[in-house]
């Protein structure tokens, strides 16, 4: 069974940092597109990083977290994390992590990890 799930999220102060994690198993990663995704209160679950599974490890940023946040993936440990920094109360949500398996238009979530940017 296919399982993504994900951890350290937590309560952080304005301008402090996280680093989000996200362990597959029951599938490699190593050929996918991986993402992190991430849902406010109140808001639509929208794409905040994505890496892509070429040799390059292509990667894209929502814009309001570019500079901030830094995805990465280490396709031998199976997991994809998410560097946070410099936090703002808007980067509160509940963060997912994504595998995209395009072969079959399945997309795999994990169970989602809350992140709290408040004083």
């Known amino acids: 069974q296919v399982q993504l799930v994900e951890s350290g999220g937590g309560l952080v102060q304005p301008g402090g940092s996280l680093r989000l994690s996200c362990t597959a198993s029951g599938i490699s990663i190593t050929t996918f597109p991986m993402g992190w995704y991430r849902q406010g209160p109140g808001k639509q679950r929208q794409a905040v990083a994505l890496?892509?599974?070429?040799?390059?490890?292509?990667?894209l940023y929502e814009q309001s977290v570019k500079g901030r946040f830094t995805i990465s993936r280490d396709n031998a440990k199976n997991t994809v994390s998410l560097q946070m920094n410099s936090l703002t109360a808007d980067d509160t949500g509940v963060y997912y992590c994504?595998?995209?398996?395009?072969?079959?238009?399945?997309?795999?979530w994990g169970q989602g990890t809350q992140v709290t940017v408040s004083s």
């Open positions: 994504q595998l995209r398996r395009a072969g079959d238009r399945t997309y795999y």
């Open positions: 890496i892509g599974n070429g040799d390059g490890n292509l990667t």
